[in-house]
């Protein structure tokens, strides 16, 4: 049985901005590496844990599995809850 957690979240900019600011946050918490792109989709995988996503119109959408999905999961949380305090989303 696979569990996952899933984040979706309404923003109110453009794909392209939400991207690079998405690319920042996930630079800040040193796991740029292992999260490849295609066009608004990425993914990645790294001890354990999966992460996969797509930036929509005015939403993303991340899905979050394997053994530290709990922590990945609040981490990604707080990301977006410091973006939005920013006023970047």
Same mark, same amino acid.
Request: hydrophobic share 40%; net charge positive; aromatic share 8%.
């Given at each position: ?55 929509? *119109?005015?939403?993303? #959408?991340?899905?979050?599995? !394997? =053994?530290? +999905? *709990?922590?990945?999961? #609040?981490?990604?949380?707080? !990301? =977006?809850? +410091? ?7």
């Amino acid at each position: 049985m696979i569990v996952m957690k899933i984040l979706r979240k309404q923003h109110r900019t453009t794909q392209e901005h939400l991207k690079n600011v998405f690319i920042e946050l996930i630079q800040s918490n040193g796991i740029a590496s292992i999260v490849r792109w295609n066009g608004f989709e990425f993914e990645g995988k790294t001890k354990g844990t999966s992460i996969r996503g797509k930036i929509f *119109h005015d939403e993303i #959408q991340v899905e979050v599995s !394997g =053994w530290f +999905e *709990h922590i990945a999961a #609040q981490k990604l949380q707080d !990301g =977006w809850n +410091e973006l939005v305090m920013k006023g970047l989303v």
